[in-house]
Nanobody
Framework: VQLQASGGGLVQPGGSLRLSCAAS????????IGWFRQAPGGEREWVSY????????VYADYVKGRFTISRDNAKATVYLRMNSLKPEDTAVYYC????????????????????WGQGTLVTVSS
């Protein structure tokens, strides 16, 4: 099982980026995929997740309305579209996967996931 995150870079405040998380070694349809981020000197925090069966999405309050998570199971890829970026969005972004079917409130913590990608750096600065 491997996850490969990509798409990070330097963007000005108010700009947009699309991150990709390419999966290999497993059938993406059966997995919940989450995005997390870790700012310099900060702790890893949850950003969003998308379920495998019906594609339901959930967002953290601090990205709701600006970020959109989506998946293309045929391409075995999950995307995170980030609009209206702010300097405080600067972080290394990680994607993670789990096949565990948790209840309400699950998938919002690092320990809820079994597999992790290597991270991609997003820097929002003028």
């Amino acid at each position: 099982v491997q996850l490969q995150a990509s798409g990070g870079g330097l963007v000005q405040p108010g700009g947009s980026l699309r991150l990709s998380c390419a999966a290999s070694g497993f059938i993406l349809d059966y997995y919940i995929i989450g995005w997390f981020r870790q700012a310099p000197g900060g702790e890893r925090e949850w950003v969003s997740y998308i379920t495998g069966n019906d594609g339901s999405t959930v967002y953290a309050d601090y990205v709701k309305g600006r970020f959109t998570i989506s998946r293309d199971n045929a391409k075995a890829t999950v995307y995170l579209r980030m609009n209206s970026l702010k300097p405080e969005d600067t972080a290394v972004y990680y994607c993670a996967a789990t096949s565990y079917l948790g209840g309400v409130g699950y998938y919002k913590y690092s320990g809820d996931y079994d597999y992790w990608g290597q991270g991609t750096l997003v820097t929002v600065s003028s």
